[in-house]
């Protein structure tokens, strides 16, 4: 179904855009710091909501990129319109209703869940968080029109609009942040505006008739259960595993703020600087929900096994690639960030122990699972996921940083433990081929 040529045409796009996140997160994270070590702490308490809430849009972007896909797959082009139409329509409610909780309660969930930290952090979170929660809205269309153009094997419009986005991003920060002296405020507006407009691109682009999946020019959406329901089908069981998985990380970051400023700042740039570790793997992920999508609608099997399998390969040889130069290179990464000496030990620390990790482990833990997804098996994906971040990621985070002494280090650790039993769990059963069984039709 797919010659190489297509799937380099979805992958290299998918790459070069987490490539673009990753790279301008961390350019972000260095502009933030020039207000302090206060700012970046603050902004990195944020991101973990952020994250959090963020998941609960992309899970059902993902369930409406698969259903599409399967229908693209299916030959049913029609229905795959029908249920972009859908996404776009729950994903704006939901993200509406999201924003005005959050908004009515910001201040109550920061001292709720990072009580401990010191006031200048405190207050540069509430900021930070003030105009993220505006976003949401905005995000969230932006991550559902995106996920349906993946559907269509068209990964260049969002790598377009992505770049265009964070393009916006970095001159805003620059202007704002340099030029009016707004620290973290000035940061977070960016952010806002930024995906304002990506979002706004991305809606109008996808009312193009021509594209294979688009959405009517009307804005009046009629409501249709049926298709929601096989969207939710796969977003329900995505977006409880994303929350629950987001919360997990909330509370280690609880853990991380009672060690001192010095470790939530070197667990924030490590996190920013590890991204970067992780990006092929993200974008491989992404490719498999368009292509197991589109096998399993066609009912072909034998390819959704040796797809995955030369995605999966391909994942490692790349990651493996660049988590090496990121060990090399470390030492002048972190010179860019003008961190202190105590902080620029532990987040070194963390990066080449990370690194090291992340070539053996994370594709058969996070880019595998994906294709279990984009084949219904999103329940088993959903538990595993759950036990293994509760068991494994929070509690051995208290036991390895708290009881045994390692610090923020204790809870990187943890982190690893959880992504050897998700891989052990999921290459067991994709060998296992249950996803045969799964089907929307």
Known sequence: MFTKKDLYKLIIPL?????LLVTVGMADSMMVASAGEAAVSGVSLVD????????????????????????LGHKEHKNACKAAEQLVLITTVLSLIIMVVSLISRNSILKILFNNVDADVMANAQTYFFYSVLSYPFIAIYNACSALFRSMNNSKVSLATSFLMNLINIVGNAILIFGFDMG?????????????????????????????????????????????KRILRIGVPNGLENSVFQIGKILVQGLVAGFGTAAITANAVAGSVGGLATLPG????????????????????????????????????????????????????????????????????????YSIVCMVIWPTSFA?????????????????????????????????????????????????????????????????????????Y
């Open 15 to 19: 790459i070069m855009e987490q490539m």
């Open 48 to 71: 973990a909501i952020n994250v959090l809430l963020i998941g609960l849009f992309a899970a059902l972007a993902t369930g409406g990129a698969v259903v599409s896909a399967q229908f």
């Open 184 to 228: 973290v405020a000035g940061a977070a507006i960016s952010t806002l505006v930024s995906r304002m407009v990506a979002a706004m691109i991305m809606y109008i682009l996808l009312r193009n008739p021509k594209q294979k999946i688009h959405i009517g020019r009307s804005l009046h959406v009629q409501i249709d259960r049926m298709m929601i």
């Open 282 to 353: 993200n974008a491989i992920g992404l490719a498999l929900i368009t292509v197991v999508g589109q096998c399993v609608g066609a009912g072909d099997y034998n390819s959704v096994k040796r797809y995955t399998f030369k995605l999966i390969k391909i994942a490692y040889v790349i990651m493996g690639v660049l988590n090496i130069l990121i060990i090399v290179l470390c030492p002048f990464i972190l010179k860019l960030y003008h961190l202190s000496d105590e902080t620029t030990m532990i987040t070194a620390q963390l990066l080449i122990y």
């Open 368 to 440: 595998l699972p994906n294709a279990l997804r984009a084949a219904g098996d999103v329940k088993f994906t959903m538990m595993i996921s759950i036990i293994s971040m509760w068991v494994w990621r929070i509690g051995f985070s208290y036991v390895l940083a708290k009881y045994c002494g390692l610090g923020v280090l204790g809870v990187w650790i943890a982190m690893t433990i959880d992504w050897l039993f998700r891989s052990i769990c999921f290459v067991s059963r994709f060998l296992k081929a249950k996803y045969k069984t799964f089907t929307f």
